[in-house]
């Protein structure tokens, strides 16, 4: 038996009204197409081209319309079974087979989803922590709450908070994190958005292409009272490369950073609930596009405020289709991987790890050199909470902090590479110039962030 589903048997299935079947467009070619809109299933007379509405006119043949189907869903739930039909060898007239949804797919590209940390579980820039929103201000590593997930709010007195949760709202089935985004204080009147850039290599694939945005959202408590529960899920544009999130907004109430070309793919409002549900926004990329950015926001009213006004959300997905297909999950390693070459941090514990090599350079400076566990995606810019330590002599039986903390002023460039960084550690007493040492971990505060401005 050879399966003959029609062009869009797979991608878009028609979904058959008050009902759990999805049918494919070859002999159920009047039912709602999947992600499509209404179109002419026949005509009344003639011979005219199929398209418009009941009783409208078709070409010069003057044929009309005379079953109208309406629009098909945005995407399917994924419970669907699929009735398609086929074509048996030997001319045996079609016969129907049935195909559960779930088997079916978005195939214009492994991996389909374009954004990173869609479900939220790489959480190393600042953990479970409230983290304030840049404010009318370039988003950089201390207001993500999420790796490669910035949160920004279009003014200056702004307010926005937003932070990883695992309840209150529970996210939804198969995710563990969810991210709360809400105005805290303040007369905020301003977008309060969370968002990524799609980098230029995976943006030029998108160019010209029809996208497909979808998430998880809902409503926390305090937003219904403060603007009807309305959020927008946006798609922007621009012809720059890896242009970033590291400027503040154009224009107020405008929600897109300065990037060269900048553009508005779509802006769509959405009204959600208190209970998490999956919404989608489609858009067409510009040819000429080398750079995307997704966001999801709201905008406060001068009323409310406080923890419960805004919303949460997980499950962002990007993907080439004119539909939203299932959620996209990659394993927490794969994730973190990919996160890590963008963000990459060390934060100082109890116990003695080491995490690097050193060599005296005098009595109070050893030079230490930090392999990256990734190639990060550009040369990244460096801070330093003072901390960690060295050993004190030759033995290495005894640890003396480093009162200073810096990338190193004696390599020639004194610049962080994609790979690795070389380190200054300034303590009281170090071995002998020339003498091996290494930097670990000593019960104090030191924080070492190499950060790419994405």
Not at 9 to 19: I, K, M, Q, T, Y
Not at 177 to 188: E, G, I, P, T, Y
Not at 374 to 403: D, E, H, K, R
């Amino acid at each position: 038996m050879k399966l003959n589903v029609r062009r869009t048997a797979l991608a878009l299935a028609g979904l058959a009204a008050l009902a759990t079947v999805a049918h494919a467009a070859g002999m159920f070619s009047t039912l709602p197409i999947v992600g499509s809109g209404s179109f002419c299933g026949s005509t009344v007379s003639g011979t005219g081209g199929l398209g418009g509405i009941t009783g409208q006119g078709q070409g010069s043949t003057g044929s009309i319309c005379g079953q109208t189907i309406p629009a098909g869903p945005t995407f399917l739930t994924g419970s669907e079974i699929v009735p398609a039909d086929t074509g048996l060898t030997g001319g045996a007239p079609p016969q129907t087979v049935a195909i559960p949804v779930p088997m079916l797919g978005n195939y214009w590209g492994t991996p389909r989803n374009f954004l990173d940390n869609g479900a939220l579980n790489i959480t190393n820039t600042n953990g479970t922590s409230t983290v304030t929103c840049a404010a009318n201000a370039a988003i950089t590593v201390t207001s993500m709450s999420a790796d490669r997930w910035g949160c920004q709010a279009n003014v200056g007195s702004a307010q926005g908070r937003s932070a990883i949760i695992t309840s209150s709202p529970t996210p939804p089935a198969g995710f563990t994190n969810a991210m709360k985004v809400w105005r805290n204080s303040a007369a905020l009147t301003q977008p309060v958005c969370v968002m990524q850039e799609v980098t230029t290599p995976q943006s030029v694939q998108l160019a010209g292409q029809v996208v497909t945005f979808s998430f998880y959202a809902a409503a926390l408590a305090g937003l219904a009272a403060d603007n009807n529960n309305v959020i927008n899920a946006v798609v922007f544009t621009g012809t720059g490369t890896d242009q970033g999130l590291t400027t503040a907004p154009t224009a107020s109430p405008a929600i897109t950073p300065a990037w060269t070309g900048i553009a508005t793919a779509v802006n769509q409002a959405i009204t959600v609930t208190t209970t998490f549900s999956r919404y989608a926004v489609q858009a067409t990329i510009p040819a000429t596009a080398t750079e995307i950015g997704v966001a999801i926001c709201f905008t406060p009213t001068a009323t409310g405020a406080g923890a419960t006004d805004g919303f949460a959300w997980t499950g962002a997905q990007l993907e080439r289709s004119p539909g939203a297909s299932a959620f996209e999950f990659r394993s927490k390693s794969e994730e973190l991987t990919k996160a890590q070459a963008f963000f990459y941090t060390i934060a100082e514990g109890a116990a003695t790890t080491v995490r690097a090599m050193c060599m005296a350079s005098s009595t109070t400076l050893a030079i230490c050199g930090l392999q990256f566990p990734v190639t990060m995606y550009s040369v990244p810019a460096m801070t330093y909470t003072n901390g960690f330590a060295t050993a004190t002599t030759t033995a290495g039986s005894t640890l003396g902090a480093c009162n200073t903390l810096r990338t190193s002023t004696l390599v020639t460039g004194n610049a962080a590479s994609v790979n690795n960084v070389m380190l200054d550690c300034v303590a009281t007493t170090v071995p002998a110039a020339g003498s091996a040492d290494y930097l670990a971990d000593n019960g104090g505060s030191g924080v070492i962030k190499a950060w790419v401005g994405m």
